[in-house]
């Protein structure tokens, strides 16, 4: 059930990333995508936070039989998020206003908080440098666009292009870390032969009731 939840959140999330990309290269053509007017630029929002949504609840339920709690936090957390996202870009909420900018610190921060779970979850204390350096970047990121939200002036000059060049970095990482996480899951697995509840308690007593057996005839002999 799990596995074909975590399938169809990585079709999710590829579906919506590419209808993304079209209306993009479609902007470039002139689309009027970006007009504050027009319903695309909710709609594309909208699709982005699908996207981002459905990738990281996959990250998520990855370690949900080991870290139940952490699973099922990242999820509450992605979930409410979202709806925030909705709301904020369906009813055109200003980023300088109050209810923008608890959203947009509430989003950022809840999505800090599920990168830095998700992947210590997936990697543990494997990769830990790789690690520290996608944590940093990231939250050097949130904190850039905390300030921004909170109207500090910070995109001009060269400081726009370092910010760009950062952001691109930490995705190839973020990239880079859920590949060796899942990479790692499977290479654990293999050392491993999964068995139900029941059929792990039924070989325990089947191993005691012979380790009782084989002490019986010793105690013959």
């Known amino acids: 059930m799990l596995a074909k939840i975590q399938k169809t959140l990585v079709i ?5 990333v590419g209808l993304v990309m079209a209306m993009l290269i479609a902007a470039v053509f002139k689309a009027p995508v970006f007009d504050k007017d027009k319903i695309l630029l909710p709609i594309m929002l909208s699709l982005a936070v699908i996207a981002a949504g459905c990738f990281f609840a996959n990250n998520a339920l990855d370690m949900f039989e080991d870290k139940k709690p952490l699973s099922i936090s990242c999820l ?7 709806i ?4 904020h870009f369906w009813s055109k909420f200003s980023l300088s206003e109050g209810f923008g900018k608890f959203t947009g610190i509430v989003v950022i921060t809840s999505v800090l ?5 998700t992947t210590y979850g997936a990697l543990d204390k494997h990769f830990f440098v790789l690690q520290m350096i996608t944590y940093v970047l990231v939250g050097l990121i949130d904190v850039v666009l905390i300030m921004t939200i909170l109207g500090a002036d910070l995109f001009h000059g060269a400081f726009t292009t370092i910010f760009v060049v950062t952001c691109i970095a930490a995705v190839a990482l973020l990239l880079t870390t859920n590949i060796l996480g899942k990479r790692l899951g499977k290479i654990v697995e293999a050392g491993f032969i999964k068995v139900n509840k029941a059929e792990y308690e039924a070989l325990k007593q089947r191993v005691e009731e012979l380790e009782k057996e084989n002490a019986e005839l010793k105690s013959r002999q």
């Open 12 to 16: 999710v999330s590829i579906s919506t």
């Open 76 to 82: 509450v957390l992605l979930a409410f998020s979202a």
């Open 84 to 87: 925030l996202g909705f709301i």
């Open 113 to 117: 908080f599920v990168i830095i779970v």
